[in-house]
């Protein structure tokens, strides 16, 4: 099957490159108010101290003019979804630069190279610049992504859930209350080697944060953070998402991109192209949460920083499971992560932006 390119590097870099990308708490149950608006205003409101923008040492500056030799050739393997080969892609040109090397076509089927903070400034320009100005999404699914956009209600939250089959087992975390179908996805996913820890390993492995959200836990932490019930909600997860019922019925107005799009064209659709969707609808959204810090959340929140958009936070699983392992419960555990994504939202952490973005005191 030919998978088409999701990605095209514009001339800002005098190059024209396509790319081809090809936990044992038992469930929570937030109760649905009639009202749908909450007596406290929600976590956006919250006067924030810190922000991260774009350094100034590459955004306001030209990139130093190329040696008219090269010194050969250098070409990037890129594996992995979607924003690992992009994350990849930019670590090439960077790369590419600080070598004085030509870059070449890469190979999209590794490991991040860019890894040392004592490159050169002009070398990390490149590479900022590759990552945040060049690299642009393809015509053609820009379009689709656009169409996306202007189908789904405004204004409207993007919620990166993360609670799928394979997700779930490779955590090897335990879950009460699943329901038997989902139990049956699970297993099959976790085969013989990914057996769930037990015992105070369990507890342990919680508590340092390493399970996912499940869908009725993050509808309890939306209404923690007073994220009212008739919030317009897209949802950017993966195929085969679990216990999704815990959200929706609390937040009932969840749109995702299979019943925004015709079923013909979403059933044809590459993995990686989906996934390119999502972060497009997210990196314009009003507003962004996410279960999960992976691979995308880290480029959909450099991103979004990029774009001066600062509705951005990351759900605290470690918070979670250690108040819940206290007996936290109700309105004192409401309350308790309040405090926790309250810090997190005033003074900027955890986002773990790249060195190409800088924190500015407000």
Known sequence: MRVRPLFVIISTLSLFLAVVLIYPSPPVAPSKSSDSTSAKSDIWSVQRIVEWRPCKWWLQSHLTPLPAKSNGYIRVDCYGGLNQMRRDFCDGVGIARLLNATLVLPKFEVAAYWNESRYPKYAKAALCQACYRALKLTGSLE?????????????????????????????????????????????????????????????????????????????????????????????AAGDGLMEIEGLTSIYSNVVTKSALLSGEDFETMHGNTKAALDYCVSINSDSYMATYFGNMDKMVAAMRAFKGLYKTLFLSRRAFAE???????????????????????IKGRGSALSDCFCEFKL
Not at 216 to 231: C, D, G, M, R, V
Not at 323 to 342: I, Q
């Open 143 to 235: 379009k689709k992504a656009n169409k996306l956009l202007e189908a789904i209600p405004k204004p409207f939250l993007s919620l990166h859930l993360l609670f799928e089959p394979d997700m779930v087992a490779y955590s090897q975390c335990q879950y009460s209350g699943l329901s038997p179908t989902s139990m049956k996805a699970l297993e099959a996913a976790r085969g013989d080697d990914r057996k769930p820890w037990t015992g105070e390993a369990a507890r342990i492995w919680r508590n340092r944060g390493k399970c996912p959200l499940t869908p009725n836990e993050t509808a309890f932490i939306l209404k923690a953070l007073s994220i009212p019930t008739n919030t317009n909600i897209y949802l």
């Open 323 to 345: 108040f819940t392992s206290r007996g936290l419960e109700g309105k004192l555990l409401m309350e308790a992560l309040w405090k926790a994504h309250e810090d997190d939202f």
